[in-house]
């Protein structure tokens, strides 16, 4: 199946049944810093949900790659989700069991991954994945999906079901040129999701030969919704920890500019900010 060739539409999983926050991230090309984003997030959502009087909040990360997901390995966790599980059948996969098979990480999130597999996502019973989606929305507080670029039912429905996609891209032609095609294949698709786009490693007080903001902007055909500093150290620890970020560098530039773009997706900015983070306006102007 080609990368951008759409299935017939699945059922969305049931996310508002109970109200679970849904966050999915995607990268426009490869490297883009999805998973490194997603996990960061995750810790983000579950310390900005304590502050809103959460208490005790259940945050998942759901790795969807089941080729060559990370999740597991950026966060020194074993895997419990297995091929044999995603190939089961929908009906066998319930609350319990995907409870069951969630790691739990020394921060407190949960994760639900399976261990990389040659061919993994060809293997897996696209109504299995989607089960287990299903049955996680009902189990945690917010969920965040880290949704491989190939398009497979349960991409498709993940993205569909999120309350908020964010399309990672770098400061390059290519990476955005990407991003604005992936973008615009989506909504043809399905009209009512548009992503928002997420410019990572982005340089501030850039130097005059990089893109900037406005040039972003230009080549994707609307604003970036959030910028993420470039912090090579503190992610390159963070890995090497098996920790996310925030456990590690909870004062660094990274952490800060992910906690803004989950206050913000949490509807704890105003709706002026919403449109057009501080930072954003003022790289702008
Ligand atoms: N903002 C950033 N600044 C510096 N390095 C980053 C940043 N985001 C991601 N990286 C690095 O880029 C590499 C790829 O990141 P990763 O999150 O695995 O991307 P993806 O999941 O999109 O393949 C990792 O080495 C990660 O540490
Ligand atoms: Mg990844």
């Not at 993994?120 to 189990?139: C, H, K, Q, Y």
């Not at 190939?150 to 990672?168: E, N, S, Y």
Request: aromatic letters at 4%; a neutral charge.
């Amino acid at each position: 199946m080609s990368d951008l060739e759409i299935p017939d539409m699945p059922q969305p999983v049931s996310h508002n049944a109970n109200g679970a926050q849904v966050f999915a991230f995607m990268g426009a090309v490869g490297g883009a810093g999805v998973t490194s984003l997603s996990i960061q997030t995750a810790l983000s959502t579950q310390k900005l949900l304590r502050t809103r009087g959460v208490k005790d909040p259940e945050v998942c990360i759901i790795d969807l790659d089941f080729d060559c997901g990370s999740v597991l390995s950026h966060l020194d966790l074993p895997a419990r989700l297995t091929h044999a599980h995603l190939r089961s059948g929908a009906a066998t996969i319930d609350a319990a069991l995907t409870s069951a098979l969630a790691v739990r990480h020394a921060s407190d999130i949960h994760v639900l991954a399976a261990a990389p597999r040659l061919s993994g996502n060809d293997e897996v019973d696209p109504s299995s994945v989607l089960s287990m989606m299903d049955a996680a929305s009902t189990i945690y507080d917010a969920l965040i999906l880290d949704v491989p670029r190939m398009w497979r039912p349960w991409t498709h429905a993940a993205i569909a079901a999120a309350d908020k996609f964010g399309l990672i891209t770098e400061m390059t032609i290519p990476s955005l040129a990407a991003a604005r095609a992936r973008s615009e294949a989506i909504t043809d698709q399905q009209n009512n999701v548009q992503a928002e786009l997420i410019l990572n490693r982005y340089e501030r007080r850039a130097m005059k030969s990089n893109l900037s903001a406005k040039d972003a902007t230009r080549a994707f055909g609307r604003a970036p919704v959030a910028t993420i500093c470039p912090d090579a150290q503190s992610l390159h620890d963070a890995m090497n920890c098996g920790q996310p970020v925030g456990c590690v560098h909870a004062d660094s530039r990274y952490v800060k500019d992910v906690d803004a773009l989950t206050a913000m997706w949490l509807g704890l900015k105003s709706e002026d900010n919403k449109s057009k983070p501080r930072r954003w306006r003022r790289r702008a102007a």
